[in-house]
């Protein structure tokens, strides 16, 4: 027999996931009358609580325990209990939890004011990869970095490692197209950087304040936030502050920017943003790609200008902007992020920050330190790439629905509701394989996208996936939106995905209890106070319901 405990069953812990400081928490464990256990407590750092006998439930002695966490964190607890003979080795007793391995449980406490936007949980996103999406007309070239190369929209084909070659989208483009972008049943746009910049991605910031000239104005700018608020719709945008481009008015690699900055010597105030082994050659660029230097983001100069009354973030707020997706989140200091948080939430409580996270962001640890996205009340949501993983696995066939059901439990054990709700879940990036790609057959592909939109998150559209548009890595994930010549059977799956989660609230903010999960097949609830709904899928045939 074994001694059983599951986090993640209500019976065993309650309430389920996170708790708010100062919240009860309620844990059972049911011991084998066999041990004749005499004493048990649960243990953490800082945390201390003796499990009452409870009446026995057959063969099991059942020991239960309430207590409270005052301080926000994250703690890691087992359970030590004592036999007629002395400490019994629970962690050797076996068991259908993670008893068998000796893992210690995952808590974590979250600050009492910590509240992700209503307003987002499981809305529907559309990401767009500016230069790519649509283009209106021709835009003033007129101070675009050079050199830089515009060809043909409908016929672009992405050179690899080409970061000057554009395709020529812009802001009107996309302006143009918000009525297909509604139709669709989107309630979000992401979109990638739109800051002047030398590359076609814009991740390499040449000046945070002004639009790339390719793409428009600040008046373009400005309107498409009006255009988007008019039909209910809202639009953030990526926030890339753990590194500049060396051709930026910062660092100004090329002299083109007319002296003030690194180039111009120590003396510059920019000077302290870098960090330099050897002026003015050698320096810390992001993963060594020398066009990217990366930032001190502590630096008070830094700060100030991003974080400031009238800096970079303040600045897109108050131009229309309803929040951001923050570049490589783990790479920003804890610090750094959370003053951050509170500069968005000080301008605008409602908007929200989504953090580029890979893995499980709420015990993620990154250059050595436990994050505390969560538990620090930094973020509002990340991006979720474990569901990703877990959606293409199942879908592909090389995991029966066992899997699935263990990485969604565990997501939804360990992240607050509110910010599981918000997190952006995705199949395709700009950074991965499109859908299309990975999942040519299409019982599979539907079988992935019903999963996006039925599981909890806010599912994102990759922009094209919708279209048919497939692609590999980098460049080849940046195609050109193939207008006139879409998948019109993939546009009305995701149109109907995206009704369903817009009509069901137990999709967009639920919680989650899967049924089933085995051989191809799951069925799970989704429940809140409004409703409860139960879906099921079958992969091999891509046939799912929503009753």
């Keep these: 027999m074994n001694i059983l405990f599951d986090c993640c069953d209500r019976a065993d812990k309650t309430p389920f996931g996170p708790l708010w400081a100062g919240q009860p928490?309620?844990?059972?464990?049911?011991?084998?009358?066999?041990?004749?256990?005499?004493?048990?407590?649960?243990?953490?750092?800082?945390?201390?609580?003796?499990?009452?006998?409870?009446?026995?439930?057959?063969?099991?002695?059942?020991?239960?325990?309430?207590?409270?966490?005052?301080?926000?964190?994250?703690?890691?607890?087992?359970?030590?209990?004592?036999?007629?003979?002395?400490?019994?080795?629970?962690?050797?007793?076996?068991?259908?939890?993670?008893?068998?391995?000796?893992?210690?449980?995952?808590?974590?406490?979250?600050?009492?004011?910590?509240?992700?936007?209503?307003?987002?949980?499981g809305m529907v996103y559309y990401q767009i990869f500016p230069d790519r999406f649509a283009k209106s007309g021709d835009c003033d070239l007129t101070g675009k970095l050079e050199p830089y190369t515009v060809r043909d929209f409908a016929t672009f084909v992405p050179r690899a490692r080409d970061a000057t070659d554009f395709a020529g989208g812009n802001l009107r483009g996309i302006m143009e197209k918000l009525g297909y972008i509604a139709d669709l049943g989107v309630k979000v746009i992401y979109l990638n950087p739109i800051v002047m910049a030398w590359s076609n991605h814009r991740y390499d910031a040449a000046d945070y304040m002004r639009v790339d000239p390719m793409l428009g104005t600040e008046a373009d700018f400005t309107a498409l936030c009006d255009a988007v608020h008019a039909r209910g719709m809202r639009i953030i945008l990526d926030g890339v502050f753990s590194h500049t481009g060396s051709h930026s008015r910062y660092f100004d690699v090329d002299r083109h920017f007319g002296g003030g900055a690194v180039s111009a010597g120590p003396a510059s105030k920019y000077y302290k943003w870098y960090d330099f082994q050897e002026f003015p050659k050698k320096y810390t660029a992001w993963w060594g790609v020398d066009v990217m230097p990366c930032v001190n983001e502590l630096d008070p100069d830094y700060l100030e200008y991003i974080l400031g009354e009238d800096g970079v973030v303040a600045t897109w707020l108050r131009r229309g902007a309803d929040g951001f997706r923050l570049d490589v989140a783990d790479e920003l200091p804890d610090g750094f992020l959370a003053a951050l948080y509170h500069r968005v939430k000080a301008e605008d409580p409602r908007a929200v920050v989504i953090g580029e996270v890979w893995e499980d962001a709420s015990n993620k640890i990154s250059y050595s330190v436990r994050r505390k996205y969560f538990i620090g009340g930094e973020l509002d949501g990340v991006i979720n790439y474990p569901f990703r993983t877990a959606i293409l696995d199942f879908a592909s066939g090389r995991d029966g629905g066992e899997a699935l059901a263990a990485t969604v439990a565990s997501l939804a054990e360990h992240y607050p509701a509110a910010a599981l709700d918000c997190t952006m879940a995705v199949l395709g990036t700009h950074d991965t394989e499109r859908v299309g790609t990975v999942l040519p057959d299409w019982n599979q592909r539907q079988a992935a996208v019903f999963l996006q939109f039925a599981l909890p998150g806010s599912p994102v559209i990759y922009y094209g996936d919708e279209a048919g548009l497939t692609g590999g890595r980098d460049p080849m994930n940046r195609l050109p939106f193939p207008w006139g010549r879409e998948d019109r059977r993939m546009q009305e799956l995701y149109r109907q995905m995206a009704a369903l989660k817009n009509a069901h609230p137990a999709l967009r903010t639920g919680d989650i209890r899967f049924e089933w999960a085995g051989g191809g097949i799951v069925r799970f609830s989704r429940t809140c106070p409004e409703e409860s709904v139960f879906c099921e899928l079958v992969r091999d045939t891509g046939q799912f319901s929503v009753e």
Excluded at 81 to 89: A, R
Excluded at 99 to 113: C, E, F, I, N
Aim: proline residues 6%.
């Design 25 to 121: 928490c309620r844990v059972r464990i049911r011991i084998p009358a066999e041990c004749q256990a005499r004493r048990v407590i649960l243990t953490a750092e800082g945390l201390e609580a003796a499990l009452d006998r409870q009446d026995p439930e057959g063969d099991y002695d059942v020991f239960t325990a309430r207590f409270t966490v005052e301080t926000p964190g994250l703690y890691f607890y087992k359970f030590h209990i004592w036999d007629k003979n002395g400490d019994f080795d629970l962690f050797r007793a076996g068991s259908g939890t993670n008893m068998g391995a000796g893992d210690l449980w995952q808590l974590s406490v979250l600050p009492a004011d910590y509240a992700p936007p209503e307003d987002y949980r």
